[in-house]
Every structure is written in structure tokens, then in C-alpha cells.
Nanobody, 122 residues
């Protein structure tokens, strides 16, 4: 079992930055793929970024490519999403997730954080 706790969200002006953190418990986290997803009001949850178990391979949604960076600390069971040049359309509830499949669909991830709110003002 893996338990995930998201943190780091907040209110920021357009063009600003935030870093989200994902704290994992359970030794198995080190061997799982990790992803970040987000859900805006009235919209479906969407993929943001993913990273493989050792941090060597990453993949991003086109909407965040070049602005967001996903990373993880292998030995500390921590994951991060650095978000730069934030836009109002980035406003959403952000979730970290872990799973055995290196995918972009939410059903491919078995473990989820509780979510952290990011609000970007114009």
C-alpha cells in the first residue's frame, strides 16, 4: 500500500510560480510510477505530468510543457511539481498519484493524494 499527501498549493498571480509536494509512505512507492493530475470546476480530471520510478523519464501534457517540471527524490519518498509562468487556466485541484503503469489516464494509477488547490489570478 502507498499513502500520498499533497501540499504546496495556494493563490498566485499570473506569471508566478508554485511548487507542489507529494509525500509518500510505504516502501513500495520507490518502485511506482508517479503522476500529477488536475481537475478544474466543471471539468474532468486531466493528466499533467508523469515520471518513472528512478526519475530518468518524464512526460508532460502539451498545455504545461516548458512551464512545469516533475521530479522525485528516490530515497526520501517525495515527489514534486514545479510550476512556473502560471496562467489563470492552470487553476484547479492538483493531485499526485502513483501506480504500476507509466500512463496518462487516471484509471492507470492506484494510489492518490487528497489534492491541493492552485488558484491563479489574472
Amino acid at each position: 500500500q502507498v499513502q500520498l499527501v499533497d501540499s504546496g498549493g495556494g493563490l498566485v498571480q499570473a506569471g508566478g510560480s508554485l511548487r507542489l509536494s507529494c509525500a509518500a509512505s510505504g516502501r513500495a512507492f520507490s518502485y511506482h510510477y508517479m503522476g500529477w493530475f488536475r481537475q478544474a470546476p466543471g471539468k474532468e480530471r486531466e493528466f499533467v505530468a508523469r515520471i518513472n520510478w528512478n526519475g530518468g523519464t518524464t512526460y508532460y501534457a502539451d498545455s504545461v510543457k516548458g512551464r512545469f517540471t516533475i521530479s522525485r527524490e528516490y530515497g526520501r519518498n517525495m515527489g514534486y511539481l514545479q510550476m512556473n509562468y502560471l496562467k489563470p487556466e492552470d487553476t484547479a485541484l492538483y493531485y499526485c498519484a502513483a501506480g504500476d503503469v507509466f500512463g496518462t489516464k487516471d484509471y492507470q494509477y492506484a494510489f492518490w493524494g487528497q489534492g491541493t488547490q492552485v488558484t491563479v489570478s489574472s
